[in-house]
């Protein structure tokens, strides 16, 4: 491209050395990021952000969130690891691992002389047929929703994150999960199951509640009613006040005592109709005057103020009630039911727990976690929201593969073979995608200190013999991940494996990059000068 074309300080890169590899390594070295952190002995990354927020953590999706990327072709990445965390919630490491090992077996190739076009051609083909393979190897299909099958399989998701503990909050999570499951299984929320961090405690104490938790003390003496009915009013309670200023003359003692009983007994008209109607518990989204409270305190009524709208709506989800936006006595529809509200104290912090028995229908779960840090809190709480989403993918298909592993091993050799009977520069690109996929049971092998070469050559051995749910052991060698209880679901896996390969086509495809001199106005979420991290410094040079 002539220079007259341009203006000045534009740089136009073009060719496989100058535009397709730099893309390529770009995406390489975020890979190399988060591949330690795949598996069960995963390791964590210490991140701090621009805001100066501290992350011990190794979930892929916080760390890539956190350490803005600022490179195009990684941003690509970024974004499919993006859209399987909205579309899934699970498996973003998996996409960010296999795009990156992806484009690192293109590399190879295009040193090689083969065109680009060869290259995406054979990616497209074996991405189709990747797809009809794991298809062909679920090993078992989930119709019923009991603890024991849900916990099997969402063990492998949870254990990813918090190894030491996948027993305990599989099972925790099954419950939670089964517990508010509605008629149509299909329609199941996530945001219903909660999760409360209490610091202190281990993390074997942590336990499940039937219904809401509140992160604060009541309002007044009154901290238990049982069998209580529940009114919740979206505002505070006190006195409404004019919206003109207006002066009231007194003349004497009389009529001053007669105004403040008026106000009093209107306040105790409102509260005492509250009472006759049965109303146990008051939740109140606003302030409480220090007369409604003394009229509450004289009617044995509980009361929970929070100024959080999203705790109202949940505490109306665990009672069944409606917010009401007067003042007026609520009706008998808008009042809410629960077996048990009390305040607890767990270490030194206080909670209202909204608590329903087992035979009580119940439409919120709330997990309490105890941990002695925080980062150990969020680390579990991320593993307990794996494992949700990957029940609320398990009620809308149930199929599942075998994990550690075994899955993308049987994808390989089977992707390899269709390679070797492939005519034309397609198959090489059908053998290097297969190579691949060898990356999951590698990075697992060696997170877990064995020999990646040595297992990757066992699992081929065994799935060439028929066994192909065998995966990778992390305590040593080789197993059937099927007898183990290790599986992966399917949907997830094929969401994975299909972004994944998107993304690298799409960064194959570019064959120019041609930059804008920067300017000195920064970029909103860029980095100062551009958004082409190391490349705009050559721009400058």
């Not at 919206?243 to 001053?256: F, N, P, Q, S």
């Not at 390989?412 to 390679?419: D, R, V």
């Amino acid at each position: 491209m002539t220079s007259s074309l341009l203006k000045e300080g534009t740089k136009y890169l073009q060719g496989i050395t100058g535009a397709v590899i730099q893309n390529l390594e770009a995406v390489q070295e975020l890979s190399k990021v988060t591949r330690t952190s795949l598996g069960p002995n995963g390791m964590n990354k210490m991140v701090i952000n621009r805001h100066g927020k501290l992350f011990v953590t190794n979930d892929a999706a916080t760390i890539i969130r956190e350490i803005d990327v600022v490179h195009p072709a990684a941003r690509m990445c970024v974004m499919a690891s993006d859209q399987q965390q909205s579309e899934i919630g699970d498996a973003t490491n998996l996409v960010v691992v296999l795009t990156g090992e992806l484009l690192a077996q293109a590399q190879s190739l295009l040193q090689m002389g083969l065109h680009p076009s060869d290259v995406i051609r054979g990616f497209e083909k074996s991405g189709e047929e990747a797809a009809k393979i794991l298809d062909a190897s679920v090993i078992e299909t989930v119709t019923e929703y009991n603890t024991e099958t849900v916990a099997r399989c969402i063990k492998s998701a949870i254990s990813s994150k918090v190894n030491a503990y996948d027993n305990l909050f599989s099972n925790l999570v099954a419950q939670a999960c089964i517990g508010i499951l509605p008629d149509d299984p299909k329609r199941f929320n996530v945001d219903n199951v909660r999760v409360v961090k209490v610091t202190g405690g281990s993390v074997s104490d942590s336990f499940l509640v039937r219904g809401a938790v509140i992160m604060r003390d009541s309002e007044g003496t009154i901290k238990q009613a049982n069998n209580a009915r529940v009114a919740v009013f979206t505002h505070g309670f006190e006195i409404s006040k004019t919206d003109a200023k207006g002066t009231i003359l007194v003349e004497d003692a009389a009529e001053l005592e007669t105004y403040n009983n008026t106000e009093e007994n209107k306040m105790e008209e409102k509260i005492k109709a509250i009472a006759d109607a049965g109303v146990s518990v008051v939740v109140c989204g606003g302030t409480i005057s220090e007369m409604a409270m003394h009229f509450f305190e004289r009617y044995n009524i509980m009361v929970v103020k929070t100024a959080s709208k999203f705790e109202l709506r949940r505490i109306c989800l665990a009672t069944k009630s409606r917010g009401s936006m007067t003042l007026a006595c609520p009706t008998a529809e808008e009042l809410g039911y629960v077996d048990s509200c009390k305040v607890q104290e767990w270490g030194s912090t206080k909670v209202i727990v909204f608590e329903q028995k087992p035979e009580t229908q119940c439409t919120i779960s709330t997990i309490v976690l105890r941990a002695a840090t925080n980062n150990v809190m969020d680390d579990i709480e991320k593993a307990i929201e794996d494992g949700v989403n990957t029940f609320k993918g398990l009620v809308r298909d149930g199929r599942f593969l075998a994990g550690a592993g075994a899955a993308e091993i049987g994808v390989a050799s089977k992707i390899k073979s269709i390679g070797e009977s492939t005519p034309g520069q397609d198959q090489y690109a059908i053998k290097k995608y297969a190579e691949a996929f060898e990356v999951v049971a590698r990075i697992l092998s060696t997170n877990a200190g064995l020999d990646s070469t040595e297992v990757v050559s066992k699992l081929y051995s065994k799935h060439a013999e028929g066994n192909a749910t065998w995966g990778v052991d992390i305590e040593g060698d080789v197993f059937d991940a099927q007898a183990a209880g290790i599986l992966d679901h399917l949907a997830t896996k094929q969401t994975a494996i299909r972004l994944a390969t998107n993304a690298a086509v799409t960064i194959l495809r570019i064959s120019q990059i041609i930059m804008s001199k920067p300017c000195d106005v920064p970029v909103p979420g860029g980095s100062p000068g551009g958004t082409m991290g190391s490349m705009d410094q050559d721009a400058a040079m």
